[in-house]
C-alpha cells in the first residue's frame, strides 16, 4: 500500500522469520504425508502398466492416458483417434457439479443472509440445524434418499395422498436425482461460508445505500454482493470440487446412466476388475481441471480487489 | 420560529419504543429551511434514534413528520429526498472515492458520465480532487469524513442528516472540520440538522440548538438563550459549566425572584416562568460571570478558598461557602484578573454581576 517508509528489516524481523518458519513445521508436515505424498503417489501409478488382477507392473507406460484419449480400434493397433467414452463422463460430470453448483448457491445465499440477519441466539440455533444432518454418515444418508425417492418411497406416496399425480413420478435414477443427492450432500458448503461473509458484512452500507436512494435490489447487486463475494467464491469451490469427484449419490440415485467421474475412477481400484493405472491417470486429469478452476477463480479474486 | 420562515422538518408528537423501553417520549419540534439545527444531549437521550426516524431508518411508533409539508413517516429511505452523514462514515470499501461520490446521482438515474462530473466538482468542494481514484482504506479519517460528506452532499438533497460526523477526529481537525461544515452550509443553503454530544461544538455551529435528554426535549433555542436563559437545572447543567446553590424562593415579582439561601442570605434574581413562591429551588451562576473581592460589598458571600487552579487564558478558583456549598469562579488571565487570585485557606467575597444568578426549577 503506501511507499516510503523502509521495511523493518534487521535482527527482529529475521528471529521472527525463522520463528515461523519452526512453528509452520506440523503444518508442512501434515501436508506432506496428506498431501504431496498421495498425489505423488497417484502421478508414478498412473505412468506403470496394469496388472490383470488389479495393482500394477513395475514398468513405464503411457498406457493409461492413451487409453482414456484415445481408440485405437478393437485390436488397439490403429491410430489415435479420439475416445469421447470417458471425456463424455467427464463433461457430463462438470456439467452436473457446474449445475448443483449454481442451484446450491441461488438456494444457498437466501438461506445464508436470512440466517445471518438473524438475532444472535437464534442465529447460532439456525447454524446448528444446518448441520445437523452431518451427524450422519454420508452413505447411510444418501441410501436414505433412495428410499425418499423411490417409485414407492413416501415422497410419490404424499404426491399420490395429495392428489398431485396419479402414477409415481420417475425420480431415482434421473438426473434430478442425483442433483437432489448432490444439494443434500453439499449445500452447508455453500451456506456457512457465505454466512460467514454476509455475518462480518456492515449493515450500515446497506443503509448509507438506501439513504443514496438505491432500491433494494440495487443494494444487493451494488453492496452487498460485492462485500461477501469471497464467500460465494469459497462456496462455490467448495460445492463444485466434492461434487465433480462424487461418487455416492451418482451411483445410488442415478443409476447406471448417470455414472459421473468420481464411479468411473471409484471402480478401477475395486476388486478384481479394476485397473489402476487408468484409475490413477483419471484422478490426475481430475486433479487437473480442478487446479484450473481454482487457478482462474484466484486470479479474478485478485483482479477484483485492484490497488487495494 | 420566526413568521414567515418556511419549515423544512417538521415533527409532530413523534414517538419512538422499542418495546417496553421508550426511547422517544412526544418530541414535537420544527426546523428553519436553511438553518444549522443541532440535535443536542448526553449519550442515549435518543438523538440517534430522531435522527434515524427522519432518514427513515427506523419507523415511528406514534406522530408524523413532515419535510417540505409533505408526510413522509412512511416511505422508506430511498424515497426521502435527505442524505444523511454517518458517524463511521459507511463509504462503500470496493469503490472508489469518486465512485463513491457519484453513488447517489446514478441511482437516481443519472447517466455514468454526468455523475462522474459531479462527483468531481463535489471532490473539489472538499478539497479531496487528487484522490478520486483511490478506495476509502487508502484515507486519513479526516479525508474519509469529507468523502461522506460530498457523498452526502452530491445528490443536493433538502435537508442533511449528520450523525456525530466529527466524533472520531482528534481536537485540531475537529475544529477545522467545524469551520468547514458551517462554511459549507452557508454556501450550499442546505439545511442541516446536526447530532453532537459536545455542547461547545453545538454552540459554535448551531442556528439553533434542541437540547434532549432521556427522550425528552428540554429546550429549544438559539445558542445565546440556551447558554444565558437556561429553561431548567438540566440544561444549565449541561451546557457549559455552572453552579448551582439551594435555595428557598421568597417572593416573585415580574421575572424577579427574591430567594433566600441556606447560610440566610438574600439574592435578588431572574427567574424562568415555572417556579412558584415558598418553593425549592436551584441558583444557577456561570462561573466567569462571578468576581472575588477584599471588600464586603453588598450583595457579596463571603468564602473560603480552597484551590487555585491556573488553566491557561483562565484562572479558576474553587471556594467554599458559609454552611457547605461549593463554588467556582472564573477570571481572566490578564492584569486585572491577577489581582485577585488568592492563596488556598484565604477568605474572599463572591460578587456578582448583574442578572448573573437565575433560578431555576428541576
Ligand atoms: N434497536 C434498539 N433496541 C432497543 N433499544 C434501543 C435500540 N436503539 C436504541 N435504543 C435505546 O434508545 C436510546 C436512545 O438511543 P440513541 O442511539 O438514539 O442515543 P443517542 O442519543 O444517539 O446516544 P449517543 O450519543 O451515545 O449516540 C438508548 O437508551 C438506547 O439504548
Ligand atoms: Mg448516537
Known amino acids: 500500500?503506501?511507499?516510503?517508509?523502509?521495511?523493518?528489516?534487521?535482527?527482529?524481523?529475521?528471529?521472527?522469520?525463522?520463528?515461523?518458519?519452526?512453528?509452520?513445521?506440523p503444518s508442512w508436515a501434515v501436508l506432506l504425508v496428506f498431501v504431496a505424498a498421495p498425489v505423488a503417489m497417484m502421478l508414478v501409478y498412473s505412468f506403470l502398466t496394469k496388472e490383470f488382477r488389479g495393482g500394477v507392473i513395475w514398468e513405464f507406460s503411457t498406457g493409461a492416458y492413451d487409453q482414456f484419449?484415445?481408440?485405437?480400434?478393437?485390436?488397439?493397433?490403429?491410430?489415435?483417434?479420439?475416445?469421447?467414452?470417458?471425456?463424455?463422463?467427464?463433461?457430463?460430470?462438470?456439467?452436473?457439479?457446474?449445475?448443483?453448483?449454481?442451484?446450491?448457491?441461488?438456494?444457498?445465499?437466501?438461506?445464508?443472509?436470512?440466517?445471518a440477519t438473524r438475532s444472535e441466539k437464534t442465529r447460532a440455533l439456525w447454524v446448528f440445524a444446518i448441520t445437523i444432518p452431518y451427524w450422519v454418515n454420508l452413505l447411510i444418508r444418501t441410501v436414505s434418499m433412495k428410499f425418499l425417492l423411490r417409485d414407492q418411497g413416501p415422497l410419490n406416496d404424499l404426491l399420490i395422498g395429495l392428489g398431485l399425480t396419479e402414477d409415481p413420478l420417475r425420480i431415482i435414477n434421473?438426473?434430478?436425482?442425483?442433483?437432489?443427492?448432490?444439494?443434500?450432500?453439499?449445500?452447508?458448503?455453500?451456506?456457512?461460508p457465505i454466512y460467514a461473509a454476509v455475518e462480518r458484512y456492515n449493515f450500515t452500507l446497506s443503509e448509507a445505500a438506501a439513504d443514496l436512494y438505491a432500491t433494494k435490489w440495487a443494494t444487493l447487486r451494488r453492496i452487498v454482493l460485492p462485500a461477501v463475494k469471497p464467500g460465494i467464491v469459497a462456496g462455490c469451490i467448495l460445492v463444485f470440487v466434492p461434487s465433480l469427484g462424487a461418487f455416492l449419490a451418482p451411483d445410488l440415485l442415478g443409476g447406471a446412466r448417470n455414472f459421473m467421474i468420481g464411479s468411473l475412477i471409484e471402480e478401477q481400484f475395486k476388486g478384481n476388475a479394476g485397473n489402476w493405472p487408468f484409475g490413477a491417470a483419471a484422478s490426475m486429469i481430475l486433479l487437473t481441471l480442478v487446479l484450473l478452476?481454482?487457478?482462474?477463480?484466484?486470479?479474478?479474486?485478485?483482479?477484483?480487489?485492484?490497488?487495494? | 420560529m420566526a413568521n414567515g420562515?418556511?419549515?423544512?422538518?417538521?415533527?409532530?408528537?413523534?414517538?419512538?419504543?422499542?418495546?417496553?423501553?421508550?426511547?422517544?417520549?412526544?418530541?414535537?419540534?420544527?426546523?428553519?429551511?436553511?438553518?444549522?439545527?443541532?440535535?443536542?444531549?448526553?449519550?442515549?437521550?435518543?438523538k440517534t434514534t430522531l435522527l434515524r426516524m427522519i432518514a427513515g431508518f427506523e419507523d415511528v411508533t406514534a406522530g408524523e413528520i413532515f419535510l417540505y409539508g409533505e408526510e413522509i413517516e412512511t416511505l422508506p429511505p430511498h424515497k426521502r429526498p435527505v442524505n444523511t452523514v454517518f458517524q463511521n462514515y459507511a463509504l462503500f470499501p470496493h469503490m472508489t472515492i469518486l465512485e463513491?461520490?457519484?453513488?447517489?446521482?446514478?441511482?437516481?438515474?443519472?447517466?455514468?458520465?454526468?455523475?462522474?462530473?459531479?462527483?468531481?466538482?463535489?471532490?473539489?468542494?472538499?478539497?479531496?480532487?487528487?484522490?478520486?481514484?483511490?478506495?476509502?482504506?487508502?484515507?486519513?479519517g479526516g479525508q474519509q469524513q469529507r468523502v461522506a460528506l460530498a457523498r452526502a452532499l452530491a445528490p443536493s438533497p433538502k435537508v442533511l442528516?449528520?450523525?456525530?460526523?466529527?466524533?472520531?477526529?482528534?481536537?485540531?481537525l475537529r475544529k477545522a472540520m467545524q469551520i468547514e461544515l458551517k462554511h459549507i452550509q452557508r454556501e450550499t443553503g442546505i439545511t442541516f440538522i446536526f447530532v453532537t454530544h459536545d455542547q461547545e461544538e453545538a454552540l459554535t455551529m448551531s442556528d439553533r440548538i434542541a437540547v434532549m435528554s432521556a427522550g425528552e426535549l428540554q429546550q429549544l433555542g438559539s445558542p445565546r438563550d440556551i447558554y444565558e436563559r437556561p429553561r431548567n437545572r438540566f440544561v444549565a447543567d449541561f451546557i457549559g459549566e455552572t453552579n448551582l446553590l439551594d435555595v428557598t424562593v421568597d417572593r416573585i415579582d415580574g421575572g424577579i425572584a427574591e430567594c433566600v439561601l441556606?447560610?440566610?442570605?438574600?439574592?435578588?434574581?431572574?427567574?424562568?416562568?415555572?417556579?412558584?413562591?415558598?418553593?425549592r429551588a436551584h441558583l444557577s451562576i456561570r462561573p466567569e460571570r462571578l468576581v472575588l473581592g477584599h471588600d464586603p460589598a453588598a450583595p457579596a458571600l463571603k468564602a473560603q478558598v480552597r484551590e487555585t487552579i491556573f488553566v491557561g487564558t483562565d484562572i479558576t478558583t474553587l471556594l467554599t461557602l458559609e454552611n457547605g456549598p461549593e463554588i467556582t469562579v472564573r477570571s481572566s488571565n490578564s492584569a486585572r484578573g491577577n489581582k485577585r487570585v488568592f492563596a488556598p485557606g484565604a477568605h474572599a467575597f463572591v460578587a456578582m454581576e448583574p442578572g448573573a444568578a437565575r433560578l431555576l426549577v428541576d
Open chain 2, 5 to 46: 420562515t418556511t419549515v423544512a422538518v417538521d415533527i409532530r408528537n413523534a414517538v419512538k419504543r422499542y418495546g417496553e423501553f421508550t426511547a422517544l417520549k412526544t418530541i414535537s419540534l420544527g426546523i428553519a429551511d436553511n438553518e444549522f439545527f443541532t440535535l443536542l444531549g448526553p449519550s442515549g437521550c435518543g
Open chain 1, 293 to 308: 478452476v481454482l487457478l482462474v477463480s484466484a486470479t479474478q479474486q485478485r483482479r477484483t480487489k485492484g490497488a487495494v
Open chain 2, 100 to 140: 463513491n461520490v457519484g453513488f447517489g446521482l446514478e441511482m437516481l438515474g443519472q447517466s455514468k458520465a454526468q455523475a462522474r462530473t459531479r462527483a468531481g466538482e463535489m471532490l473539489e468542494l472538499v478539497q479531496l480532487s487528487q484522490f478520486a481514484a483511490r478506495k476509502p482504506a487508502q484515507l486519513s
Open chain 1, 174 to 192: 434421473t438426473n434430478l436425482a442425483v442433483q437432489l443427492g448432490l444439494y443434500y450432500s453439499y449445500l452447508p458448503f455453500m451456506v456457512l
Open chain 2, 161 to 172: 442528516l449528520l450523525d456525530e460526523p466529527l466524533s472520531a477526529l482528534d481536537l485540531k
Open chain 1, 1 to 25: 500500500m503506501a511507499g516510503g517508509a523502509p521495511a523493518p528489516g534487521g535482527v527482529a524481523s529475521q528471529t521472527f522469520a525463522s520463528a515461523r518458519n519452526w512453528l509452520l513445521m
Open chain 2, 262 to 279: 441556606d447560610s440566610g442570605q438574600r439574592l435578588s434574581c431572574e427567574a424562568a416562568d415555572s417556579v412558584a413562591p415558598d418553593s
Open chain 1, 69 to 115: 484419449f484415445c481408440n485405437r480400434g478393437l485390436f488397439g493397433d490403429e491410430p489415435c483417434q479420439i475416445e469421447w467414452t470417458y471425456i463424455n463422463i467427464f463433461w457430463r460430470s462438470i456439467w452436473q457439479a457446474g449445475l448443483a453448483t449454481v442451484l446450491s448457491l441461488l438456494i444457498g445465499f437466501p438461506t445464508a443472509y436470512f440466517i
